[in-house]
């Protein structure tokens, strides 16, 4: 499947992780996708992945709605389906269930327990397979962006945090409270045209997005609120330069909007763009 921008899945509820150990480590017991039958040496094809449980408390990741329980008595026994959207996760292997068919679901609520040994879980969307590890990483990023908006952090994050070099490292300190500040009232400048970025970084962005269109960057991997375009590996170089375009132009619009300054930064001044009142028009 190739993956796309409408894949990330939103939730009104906020993002709940599947279940939690106590070591914060989870033990896959069987992965993904085709592998041979330790048994028979035969190829066979895992339409899930095993994890390591014992007796874990299994909760809804988002706003959904049950849409099946029932008992596979050929595998995997007692399991529930959960829909999110055109997201279907189904938990098989549980020991008790405690939602009920077409029940509504919000994220955290607790849907079950699982079994003593053996968690299978599954994912499909639209009806197709898919893997659950790449589910799992766009939920850990829509966990992180949702716990950066309850906790205040509005806006998509800075990128500073990423573990991609860029030209402002050696200024982090000085740098990233005010992103932080600044990235909501930026973003609203942009859009309202009170602010309008030099001509030049937005042509080098506009070339930056072109190649990387062009080398087929984007959905990598399923998209996240912290990584819309779904860059996965080897898009490094993308990321690093689209981050230094985009935080110097932060820091420009810090500097012409709100004359505060980081020594050491070069600005490149542009003019303030007006707009006609609309007072006394409303």
């Known amino acids: 499947m190739r993956y796309s921008a409408e894949m990330n899945l939103v939730s009104e509820s906020g993002y709940c992780m599947p279940f939690a150990n106590e070591n914060g480590n989870v033990t896959v017991l069987r992965p993904y996708g085709l ?13 899930g992945v ?7 408390y299994l909760h809804a990741i988002g706003t959904g709605k049950v849409s099946a ?25 549980m020991s008790d269930a405690y939602v009920q068919f077409g029940e509504d679901l919000v994220a955290g609520d607790c849907v079950g327990m699982a079994g003593e040994e053996v968690l299978h879980l599954g994912v499909k969307y639209d009806g197709e397979l898919l ?8 939920l ?4 992180a962006q949702w716990g950066n908006q309850v906790n205040g952090r509005e806006g998509q994050p800075t990128g500073l945090d990423m573990d991609v ?10 740098i990233e409270p005010l992103i932080t500040k600044f990235i909501l009232p930026y973003t609203m400048a942009l859009l309202s045209g009170t602010y309008q970025m030099p001509d030049a970084t937005g042509e080098a962005l506009r070339s930056l997005f072109a190649l990387g269109n062009l ?10 609120a912290i990584n819309p375009l779904g860059l996965g590996q080897g898009c490094e170089g993308l990321i690093a330069k689209g981050q230094n375009l985009m ?11 709100h004359n505060i300054a980081v020594p050491g930064i070069d600005y490149q001044p542009v003019k303030k763009k007006t707009r006609p009142s609309l007072e006394g028009l409303l």
């Open 35 to 47: 592998q041979t039958d330790p048994n028979t040496g035969e190829e066979v094809f895992h339409d």
């Open 50 to 56: 095993d994890l390591a449980v014992n007796k874990n």
């Open 69 to 93: 329980i029932g008992v596979d008595n050929n595998e995997h026994g007692l399991y529930i389906t959960v829909k999110y959207k055109k997201w279907e996760v189904t938990y098989s292997g």
């Open 131 to 138: 893997s659950p590890y790449d589910f799992i990483t766009m």
């Open 140 to 143: 850990n990023g829509n966990v």
């Open 165 to 174: 070099k860029t030209i402002y490292d050696d200024k982090r300190k000085d």
């Open 215 to 224: 080398r087929n960057y984007f959905f990598k991997q399923i998209p996240t």
């Open 247 to 257: 935080i110097g132009d932060i820091l420009n619009y810090i500097y012409l909007m």
